[in-house]
């Protein structure tokens, strides 16, 4: 079986993948410290207490924090005996190369999404991935990433007023009854939500502007389903499409080698 790992800034994802199906997804907080003993015990633990059984015999990581890779590279190489493809290594073969300025290191997350996201619909499309921070991924009709747009993410913004603002408590993002907020935690919640949705659709609707084609727009990440309950934002909400990338990509490097 397949190890996809994408770790982000926040959570990092593990899901098993036995070639036809995803067999077990879990989630712990990023952080560079833990080490691959930590990993495997924790892994192994949740593996065995959801009766998932088969081998690991492979492994893919995306990081977007460069520093969680050791660590994953140890778990990789002791518990399971094998090199792990990192997403972003020059080794590692991307179905279509991104087209951006030369230099540019591209989240590998984003790349991730792009390849998920073509395979399932082919071109022409936008990814918006909630995460620690919202990305919007532009994916051509041949399936490259050609560039996108970086927001701050919603936790992150609803956690930057809290820090910033004596006054202002620390909230969690929901859907407000109205748009006119008669509480200080209703306003701050009227501000986000109704914001984000007016962010997400006014930069997808210049993407499109500026790209003059119709496109899809893909919606993913936790957060996608709740401004989903605000207006038409997306084509289609897939909860796994990063996960979904990680099985395309290692697939088309298998072929390749
Ligand atoms: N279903 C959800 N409901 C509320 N908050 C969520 C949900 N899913 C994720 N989040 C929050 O969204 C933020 C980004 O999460 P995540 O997608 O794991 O980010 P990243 O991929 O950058 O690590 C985190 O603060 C997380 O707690
Ligand atoms: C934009 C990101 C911080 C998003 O990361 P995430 O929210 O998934 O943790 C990540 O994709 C990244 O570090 N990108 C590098 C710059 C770029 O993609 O152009
Ligand atoms: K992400």
């Not at 518990?79 to 030369?102: A, F, H, N, S």
């Not at 990305?135 to 992150?156: E, S």
Request: net charge negative; glycine share 12%; hydrophobic share 40%.
């Amino acid at each position: 079986m397949l190890l996809c790992i994408d770790c982000g800034n926040t959570n990092t994802v593990f899901a098993l993948w036995d070639g036809a199906r995803i067999r077990g997804t879990w989630r712990t907080s990023t952080d560079w410290r833990r080490t691959a003993d930590q990993y495997y015990v924790w892994l192994s633990t949740l593996m065995a207490a959801q009766g998932v059984e088969g081998r690991i015999e492979e492994v893919i990581i995306s990081s977007t924090v460069p520093r969680v890779v050791f660590n994953l590279r140890v778990l990789a190489d002791r518990y399971y005996g094998t090199r792990p493809m990192v997403v972003g290594k020059p080794e590692v073969q991307l179905p279509v190369p991104p087209r951006v300025d030369p230099g540019t290191q591209v989240g590998p997350d984003r790349l991730v999404n792009s390849a998920g996201a073509h395979d399932r619909h082919g071109g022409d499309l936008i990814v918006v991935d909630f995460g620690t921070a919202t990305t919007f991924d532009v994916v051509a009709q041949d399936g490259a990433y050609v560039g996108g747009v970086i927001a701050p993410g919603v936790n992150l913004s609803l956690e930057a007023l809290h820090q910033a603002a004596a006054a202002l408590p620390h909230v969690d993002v929901t859907k407000p009854q109205q748009v006119v907020g008669t509480n200080t935690l209703a306003c701050m919640q009227s501000g986000i939500f109704w914001g984000y949705i007016g962010l997400v659709r006014g930069i997808c609707d210049r993407i499109k502007g500026e790209y003059g084609q119709p496109m899809r727009i893909i919606g993913t990440g936790g957060l996608a389903p709740l401004f989903a309950q605000g207006d038409v934002l997306f084509d289609t909400i897939e909860d796994d499409l990063t996960i979904h990338g990680l099985t395309v990509i290692h697939q088309a490097n298998k072929e390749t080698a």
